[in-house]
């Protein structure tokens, strides 16, 4: 991945001094496995989940707590912190330092929302059919998450209707049997075709 990495590394800050890059796509698309790729190819750039700033009763409404405790301070240059939320205990948990990195990907459903998209350097979606990945994802988190996953399904589907994401995409990445296929977003990167491995590393198109 390292001529993205390089391409998004050359890009102009969107946030302060920091380059903002979302992840974006439908649950279980994806998204965490590629972000920790992409980090790895970035020299280790720094990841926010959007998991840990999510609630069960806000499951979508984690806005305030991302422009307030990660890109405000992101955007003054300073050292960001934020409490994890513990899914399991439901509370949030020890501040965690988000460093004001050159690039800082933010991995999660809805990051490409409107209220997001300003501080984005580039906007990146895993493309991948919604009822597909859900099934991955209920597949990977097992029986005893059905009725989260009920509930999600619901949620993100609303989320989407109102405020979607894929049609400010600057670049969709699909997942293949051996790396990516990476090409230009509907918002009108341009770029060619192509389908790449993990040991190719994708095209510039961002």
């Given amino acids: 991945m390292h001529d993205l990495a390089h391409c998004l590394s050359d890009l102009p800050p969107s946030c302060g001094p920091v380059r903002l890059v979302g992840v974006d796509g439908h649950a279980g698309s994806g998204k965490s496995t590629f972000a920790g790729r992409l980090a790895t190819a970035l020299g280790g750039a720094p990841v926010l989940h959007l998991d840990d700033l999510a609630t069960h009763d806000e499951l979508f409404g984690w806005t305030e707590r991302l422009l307030s405790q990660v890109i405000t301070p992101l955007g003054r240059g300073e050292t960001a912190h934020y409490a994890p939320y513990d899914w399991h ?27 997001v998209r300003p501080f984005l350097a580039r906007l990146l979606w895993m493309e991948m059919p919604q009822e597909e990945a859900w099934t991955r994802g209920r597949l990977r988190d097992g029986t005893e998450q059905r009725d989260f996953w009920d509930g999600w399904v619901e949620a993100e589907r609303e989320h989407f209707a109102k405020d979607p994401s894929r049609p400010h995409a600057d670049v969709l990445v699909r997942e293949l049997r051996k790396g ?9 990167t341009v770029g060619p075709d192509h389908a790449v491995t993990h040991g190719d590393g994708p095209p510039a198109v961002c």
């Fill in 89 to 115: 205990s439901r509370h949030f948990g020890t501040p965690r330092a988000l460093q004001p990195a050159p690039v800082v990907l933010v991995e999660g459903v809805g990051v490409g929302r409107r209220a």
């Fill in 180 to 188: 990516y296929e990476v090409l230009p977003g509907p918002c009108g």
